[in-house]
Nanobody
Framework: HVQLVESGGGSVQAGGSLRLSCAIT????????VGWFRQAPGKERQGVAA????????YYADSVKGRFTISYDNADNTVYLQMNVLTPEDTSMYYC?????????????????WGQGTQVTVS
């Protein structure tokens, strides 16, 4: 069993930054891909950033390229999302996710394990 717990959300003014964290516990050998997704009310869940924890290959949605950075700390099994130059359009619930394998790492249906989400509000 794998558990993911997000933290770091909050409210920030446009142009500001936030860093989200996601601690992964349990059978970490079942997680080779990690990702961050977001979902606003009434909208579909959108892949924001993802990466393979083996080899450090990263994937980003076009809307966040150059502003967001995903990273993974193997020492404590934590995935981070550094978000810079935030805009009101980034306001959403952000979810951390994990998968053993992901052919299309920005697709939510590729991920089996999910955190409970953390709210990001940009005004």
């Amino acid at each position: 069993h794998v558990q993911l717990v997000e933290s770091g959300g909050g409210s920030v003014q446009a142009g500001g930054s936030l860093r989200l964290s996601c601690a992964i516990t349990g059978n970490i050998y079942d997680v080779n891909y990690v990702g961050w997704f977001r979902q606003a009310p009434g909208k579909e869940r959108q892949g924001v950033a993802a990466m393979c924890t083996i080899g450090d290959t990263t994937y980003y949605a076009d809307s966040v390229k150059g502003r967001f950075t995903i990273s993974y700390d193997n020492a404590d099994n934590t995935v981070y999302l550094q978000m810079n130059v935030l805009t009101p359009e980034d306001t959403s619930m952000y979810y951390c996710a994990g998968a053993y394998w992901a052919n299309t790492p920005l697709r939510a249906d590729e991920f089996r394990y999910w955190g409970q989400g953390t709210q990001v509000t940009v005004s």
